[in-house]
């Protein structure tokens, strides 16, 4: 059974950096096109970061040079590191693979406020 859990979300300043952690079981995530997603309240889910097999990544252009999308594979884990963080960063975010399996985990929540 495949099961991604996510942590590392926390509440944190405008200009603040985190680091989520995607831990798999049930998949080996390196062979997978995997990505992290984010949603808030009233919107749909959205991309924000993909690494493929062979670790090429992409960004979408809102966390473009902030955001870095990384895999640990002895640790099957994903990460996604954030610095530079902003109020519209705010949101749950969730891993994945994509395209999604039916599933998702509970999801990290990250708050960006003063």
């Known amino acids: 059974q495949v099961q991604l859990v996510e942590s590392g979300g926390a509440l944190v300043r405008p200009g603040g950096s985190l680091t989520l952690s995607c831990a798999a079981s049930g998949i080996t995530l390196s062979i997978y096109y995997m990505g992290w997603y984010r949603q808030v309240p009233g919107k749909q889910r959205e991309l924000v970061a993909t690494i493929t097999d062979g670790s090429i990544r992409w960004y979408a252009s809102s966390v473009k040079g902030r955001f870095t999308i990384s895999r640990d594979n002895a640790k099957n884990t994903m990460y996604l590191q954030m610095v530079s963080l902003k109020p519209d960063d705010t949101a749950v975010y969730y891993c994945?693979?994509?395209?999604?399996?039916?599933?998702w985990g509970q999801g990290t929540q990250v708050t960006v406020s003063t």
């Open positions: 994945n693979k994509i395209p999604n399996f039916n599933s």
